[in-house]
């Protein structure tokens, strides 16, 4: 994997961890760096090993990925020029939280934990400098993990009224009406949520056209639209 | 032949519950259209026009497609096709 390449001097001018580094600095850290070639497919290192080195990708692009208990791969990421990874290995006695494969030809300059060790002891700005990318991608990760949370209450909500219709519906001209006075509270109820994250997720279903609210009264309108969210189908096949 | 009967009563109007109800072999042709029809909560009250409104297909393709296969089935399968048919 190892192999030689003409330098971008720029390159770690773009890269967020040597920000605010002086020239000496700067140059001390570019005689400890390696360069790697991985073919698409090849990995720069695999998920629970210990992670002995750290990476900036100069070109090409890699996925970073987890295994599942089941054996599924998930995508975590992906890496593109001038972004670190492995960035846990500035850390010290950590372990790799994924594999990283490249997709594309490309050229990354590695440090080994060692070497990126030492210029964060002698640089402090190093480690801080990688705090901070670890703790943006944290925020991102904290992001998508709320997206996920809001999600599944959205799709327990439709797959309450969704049962509500099989069992009480009544075909009405604008669409399915739930035959039955059901508030808000009770579907909180059925859904283990609050009531506040049920009126504001039917209101948004409202503006949508999903649903039609009244008083103790709710019309499914777009019946196809309800299942649509119940189940994560892929919205794009319909012509609507 | 007693299919044509059986057959001329699926419609654009006739519902998905009502068609898998009485030909649940139709099953098929949902899923090979990629529609999540069978088993959805709202089967009983969506027409097959409505339900290939949903999915992007053309609602008269969609009921030759199903009225082929009820036809198949009668003549193979069931001989009481034809009348509960009929009664929808």
């Known amino acids: ?240 | 032949m007693p299919s044509s009967d059986a057959v001329s009563v699926i419609t654009a109007k006739t519902t998905v519950a009502e068609l898998l109800r009485c030909c649940p072999r139709a099953t098929g042709v949902f899923l090979r259209r990629r529609m999540h029809c069978p088993g959805c909560h709202m089967s009983a009250f969506m027409t097959l026009g409505e339900a290939a409104a949903s999915y992007g297909v053309a609602a008269e393709d969609l009921v030759t497609e199903l009225r082929g296969v009820v036809a198949a089935e009668t003549s193979i399968i069931d001989p009481d096709q034809t009348s509960r048919l009929s009664r929808l």
């Not at chain 1, 390159?11 to 070639?37: H, P, T």
């Not at chain 1, 992670?51 to 599942?68: H, I, N, P």
């Not at chain 1, 997709?103 to 400098?129: C, F, H, M, T």
């Not at chain 1, 506040?196 to 948004?204: G, I």
């Open chain 1, 1 to 240: 994997m190892t192999a030689t390449r003409t330098l971008d001097p720029t390159l770690l001018d773009a890269v967020d961890v040597f920000a605010g580094l002086e020239g000496k600095a700067r140059e001390r850290a570019l005689a400890a760096a390696q360069w790697i070639k991985l073919a698409p497919g090849q990995q720069a290192f695999r998920q629970d090993e210990e992670a002995e080195a750290f990476y900036v990708l100069s070109v090409g692009r890699l996925k970073v990925s987890q295994l599942t208990p089941e054996g599924q791969e998930v995508i975590i990421r992906y890496i593109g020029p001038k972004e670190m990874f492995g960035c846990i290995a500035v850390c010290g006695g950590l372990t790799y939280p994924g594999t990283a494969t490249a997709v594309v030809d490309s050229w990354a300059l590695a440090w080994s934990r060692r070497s990126i060790g030492e210029l964060a002891q002698d640089y402090p700005k190093i480690a801080l400098n990688a705090m901070r990318t670890m703790g943006g991608r944290m925020k991102d990760t904290h992001a998508r993990l709320r997206e996920m949370q809001t999600e599944r209450v959205e799709r327990r909500i439709a797959h309450a009224i969704a049962r509500l219709v099989a069992q009480a519906g009544r075909r009405v001209e604008n669409g399915i009406l739930i035959d039955f006075p059901v508030s808000r509270q009770d579907i909180a109820e059925m859904t283990g949520t609050t009531l506040h994250t049920v009126s504001r997720t039917l209101s948004a279903w409202q503006e949508r056209g999903v649903v039609e609210l009244g008083r103790q009264k709710l019309t499914v309108v777009d019946p196809h639209g309800l299942v649509i969210i119940a189940e994560d189908l892929p919205a794009d096949d319909s012509d609507r």
